[in-house]
């Protein structure tokens, strides 16, 4: 089964902002069971989105604003192709860091 995402999440200053730096966790990860087809994250106003990881294998944008702002929006569009695996979820990455 195909599903269409469509999310955003707005963010209000009670002052605004001249900079902005955002980790964002928007982005599904494959696994058995569930597949990305496509996928992509907007913002408003525009900034800079460099992809990373975090420590445990997630897939996440750092987001870079460097132009003046009273406010922020983020969405995160795309299609997931999900399967049925009577609930197990099998093929996630375990990395998990030395300190944990």
Same mark, same amino acid.
């Given at each position: 089964?195909?599903? *269409?995402? +469509?999310?955003?999440? @707005?963010?209000?200053? !009670? !002052?605004? !902002?001249?900079?902005?730096?955002?980790? $964002?966790?928007? %982005? #599904?990860?494959?696994? &058995?069971? $569930? *597949?990305?087809?496509?996928? &992509? =994250?907007?913002t408003?106003p525009?900034? @800079?989105?460099?992809?990373? @990881?975090d420590?445990?294998?997630? !897939? %996440?944008? $750092?987001l870079? =604003?460097?132009? #003046?702002?009273? +406010?922020?929006?983020?969405?995160?569009?795309?299609?997931?192709? /999900?399967?049925?695996? *009577?609930? /197990?979820?099998?093929?996630l #990455?375990?990395?998990? #860091?030395?300190r944990?």
């Open positions: 089964m195909r599903i *269409a995402i +469509d999310h955003t999440t @707005r963010y209000t200053y !009670a !002052a605004s !902002a001249s900079y902005g730096i955002v980790m $964002l966790r928007m %982005t #599904p990860a494959p696994y &058995q069971g $569930l *597949a990305v087809v496509e996928w &992509q =994250i907007r408003e525009e900034g @800079r989105l460099l992809p990373t @990881r420590g445990f294998g997630n !897939a %996440t944008h $750092l870079t =604003i460097t132009t #003046p702002h009273d +406010d922020l929006e983020v969405t995160a569009t795309g299609i997931v192709e /999900v399967t049925d695996t *009577a609930g /197990v979820v099998k093929g #990455p375990e990395s998990v #860091p030395l944990v």
